[in-house]
């Protein structure tokens, strides 16, 4: 499907005009922390010379920059959402959560958007967040193939029941068939937007952000003739896990299509070869590290006001043993866990739109 030609120029148009001075610098992470909620950062600064394009379902670095944005303000307190997409013109705001999953959704007469939270290692609920990335066991997903049972538990903690996410999309679904619905997501939150959309055959597409694997080649089946874009940032570990190791059953392949943003900010349609799709020893190393800390988090925690203590020192502990393992794959593969946060998406992706 080609791009609406005039919105190809009057976006080239613009991009010619305003490039030079509108490029933003990457944050350093030695001087800024970049581990999101981001409250100081100015989401969608400038979108007004770059409108959406709602009905494109080609790879379109507006709505890459625009979703990423949607990605990223999802890790933000709901009321500061709220204004910020009032301000770009989304009146209609529904915040969705559970145990440790967030979704907010906003629409106009043009369009709905779905996007969902990742991670947040600055939460309360971080433990169960944690707990849902790493639970990888493989399990049936409804419409065909497994998937990771963290993931699906995520996403049924908003999903069902007559205040779920579930019935409220089927609502404004039937309520104005034609309007198109986008769902996005970063981290964690491409995982739960992947099975949302999977649920969904009526969405118009999906981007992805740094999202780890979800299922086997069954539920990539699924997908099959819809727009699914996967974007990935140069160094960033996430989207290389869960590893696909079919001797243990452990199924994982990659979803949708690639783009990939290499070094020097430019976005490809493929990322280099990694040698690490060669090291099975590094694969099963980190499954036994995986499985290892799942059990380590299966015991239920007690009352909020007499974990305090706990919380903290088991955080700190899993912070320490991450950072280990992401500094020795940053050492054999140039990955870094910096690179999976979504700051650099954002800016990257604005960089490579107004460059063009």
């Not at 955080?315 to 991450?322: D, G, P, S, T």
Request: aromatic share 12%; glycine share 8%; proline share 6%.
């Amino acid at each position: 499907m080609q791009c609406f030609e005039s919105g190809k120029i009057r976006n080239i148009e613009k991009g010619i005009a305003v490039k030079k001075n509108m490029l933003k610098e990457l944050p350093n992470p030695k001087k800024k922390d970049i581990i999101p909620p981001d409250m100081d950062y100015l989401y969608f600064e400038n979108s007004g010379d770059f409108s959406l394009e709602p009905e494109n379902t080609e790879y379109s670095p507006v709505n890459a920059w625009w979703f990423a944005e949607c990605a990223f303000l999802a890790y933000t307190h709901p009321g500061f959402a709220r204004m910020a997409y009032k301000l770009t013109g989304f009146d209609n705001f529904k915040f969705f959560h559970g145990v440790g999953t967030e979704c907010m959704v906003v629409w106009t007469g043009q369009l709905v958007l779905v996007a969902f939270r990742g991670t947040e290692l600055k939460s309360r609920s971080v433990l169960h967040e944690i707990n849902t990335d790493l639970n990888t066991k493989p399990v049936p997903f409804e419409l065909g193939g497994r998937v990771h049972k963290g993931f699906l538990k995520g996403l049924e903690e908003i999903w069902g029941g007559p205040g779920g996410l579930q019935i409220f999309l089927k609502d404004l679904l039937e309520e104005k068939p034609e309007r198109p619905l986008w769902i996005t997501g970063h981290s964690l939150g491409g995982a739960l937007a992947a099975l949302c959309f999977a649920r969904i055959p009526e969405a118009k597409g999906l981007y992805l952000y740094g999202a780890p694997r979800v299922g086997d080649k069954d539920f990539l089946a699924l997908f099959e003739g819809r727009s699914v874009w996967r974007i990935e940032n140069a160094g960033d570990p996430v989207p290389l896990v869960p590893p696909d190791i079919p001797k243990l059953k452990f199924n994982f392949e990659d979803l949708g299509c690639l783009k990939y943003i290499n070094r020097e900010g430019e976005v490809r349609d493929r990322r280099p070869i990694f040698i690490l799709k060669d090291e099975k020893k590094k694969y099963l190393d980190a499954k036994n590290m995986i499985d290892s800390k799942i059990k380590g988090f299966n015991t239920p925690l007690v009352p909020e006001k007499k974990t305090i203590g706990r919380i903290s020192k088991q955080l700190e502990i899993n912070k320490m043993e991450w950072k280990k393992h992401f500094d020795s794959l940053y050492k054999d593969f140039g990955l870094n866990a910096d690179d999976h946060q979504p700051i650099f998406y954002v800016t990257k992706l604005w960089n490579a739109l107004v460059g063009e």
